[in-house]
């Protein structure tokens, strides 16, 4: 029997579960030999204007995880254009990330994103930064009101990524009566480092988002409660470090898995993931549909 890992996830056929998440892969300029084994690849967040990110220190690696201050740092959404040729190169389906800091701007960013006739879904970075400008993200009506804009203004298919602080289950709701195809959890926690030694904060910018695999365990129950009381395509992203960690999220209901950090520690991670899972089936003598929410 030849091991199938096809899949469908947001309306999407993907060729298997195995996704690299927005902001580790920029705009696939290099690794592409990896990044068109995935099922899908989402690119780096685009936002209206260019945004050169964060000062300086804006990295900090911990064994359990990392921090990072980059500060959505993007050409924005004119400015893609120069990136077309390698995003081009990405054979596999192309997810575009994008965030608006008002709901207008997240409107006309998609639209942008769309002339480029190039992207195969978008995944709206909801997990806004600049609490100060972003109605939407603490005003529901707003937040309803600029997902069914963002809804009539494509086909195509729309995931939310949410970020876990926030009222989780109030949001999914909101998402799915809106009619976006899929929710990916999550983004990343907000964190802070110390240098005990120069008492100093360790990021420049003081904050920063927490990933890795210090967040599974917690991005685990999510997935998990939300696919037991939603009707709702779920992409599980948080703190993949080994192929194992795909295996778990797909049995607690995810249908697709992201890989971020893990991304930069081991960047043949994914070819990993997906070399594992089809051997687990094989070795099983399981399909990929027998395993996808089998913890009840
Ligand atoms: C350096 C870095 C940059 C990131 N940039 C983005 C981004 O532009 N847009 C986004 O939606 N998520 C971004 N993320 C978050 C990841 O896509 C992912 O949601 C998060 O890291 C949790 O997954 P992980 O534990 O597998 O890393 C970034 C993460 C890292 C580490």
Aim: hydrophobic residues 40%.
């Amino acid at each position: 029997m030849v091991t199938c890992l096809k899949t469908s996830v947001a309306k999407l056929n993907l060729e298997n579960p195995v996704i690299v998440a927005s902001g580790v892969c920029g705009f696939g300029e290099e690794n592409v030999g990896v990044l068109n084994k995935c099922g899908a690849v989402v690119f780096k967040t685009v936002t209206f204007e260019p945004r050169s990110g964060n000062p300086t220190p804006r990295v900090v690696d911990f064994s359990y995880g990392m921090l990072n201050s980059i500060g959505l740092e993007n050409p924005g959404v004119e400015n893609l254009i120069e990136k077309i040729k390698y995003i081009k190169r990405v054979k596999t389906i192309k997810i575009a990330s994008l965030l608006g800091y008002t709901d207008e701007e997240f409107v006309v960013i998609l639209k942008k994103l769309e002339e480029y006739k190039i992207f195969d879904a978008y995944e709206l970075n909801l997990s806004c930064p600049n609490v100060e400008k972003g109605r939407w993200f603490y005003d529901k009506k707003i937040l309803a009101i600029m997902l069914r804009n963002l809804r009539e203004a494509t086909k195509k298919p729309l995931i939310a990524k949410l970020t876990p602080e926030i009222d989780i289950e109030v949001w999914v709701k909101i998402v799915v009566d809106c009619g976006i195809d899929a929710v990916t959890l999550f983004n990343t926690y907000t964190g802070i480092a110390v240098d005990y030694e120069k008492r100093k904060f360790r990021l420049a910018n003081k904050y920063g988002g927490y990933s890795g695999p210090g967040i599974k365990p917690l991005v685990q129950r999510w997935v998990y409660d939300i696919g037991k009381n939603f009707n709702i395509d779920i992409i599980a992203c948080g703190g993949v470090l080994f192929p194992r960690d795909v295996i778990e999220y797909l049995l607690l209901g995810a249908k697709a898995v992201q890989i971020g950090s893990g991304y930069f520690r081991n960047p043949q991670l994914p070819v990993e993931c997906i070399k594992f899972l089809t051997n687990y089936l094989k070795k099983e003598k399981l399909t990929l549909d027998q395993i996808v929410g089998a913890l009840k």
